[in-house]
């Protein structure tokens, strides 16, 4: 059985993205902010359009990595504010028409208006996507996705850690699949030294 990898390449995204364009407008904004936002299956099934802030250009995303405490004493899921990259994904025209026609609550809702759509659900949509394109990846590489590209652009894990939002060097290291041109492009920068 082949292995599964853990990132998409970035034309892969692309093509994902526009297939979810022409076939469902929720499918293409969901695979959009996961991939550009980085975020678990878990946290995107969680927005709510009260999420997002087209003043700041944030979204408060609940991350469920960290669970505390609340005033009650019930476990919740703390939020986490994160810069959007750039307006890009704000000014989609897809996204903003998208967010418009959507009523309060759940950015994404389940077959009942008031819940939200599954974790499960989400899966088996992401992978009815990749079969059709016949890429063997889960909806977690759209994670691996955003932390390999930001590495790729700035060679800088701590941003892949920040963006992520990992504890650790280590776990944000994972994300990050160098190929022979970033290897090159390290080299060619002075990396090597005699």
Known sequence: MKEKKKFLEPEEFKRLLDVAKKVNIRDYVLFLLAGNLGLRVGEVVRLRKSDFDFGTKTVMAPTLKQKTKGPLGKEELPVVYIELPGIHIMNNE????????????????????????????????????????????????????????????????????????????????TYVHPGLKEITRYFDKGGFVE
């Open 94 to 173: 897809v996204f903003k028409k998208y967010f418009k026609v959507l009523g309060s609550g759940w950015l994404f809702k389940g077959k009942r208006s008031s819940s939200r759509i599954s974790e499960n659900s989400v899966q088996k949509i992401f992978k009815k996507y990749v079969k059709a394109l016949k890429i063997e990846v889960s909806f977690h590489s759209l994670r691996h996705f955003r932390g390999d590209s930001i590495y790729k652009k700035t060679f800088d894990l701590m941003a892949v850690k920040t963006s992520l939002r990992h504890r650790s060097m280590k776990y944000a290291s």
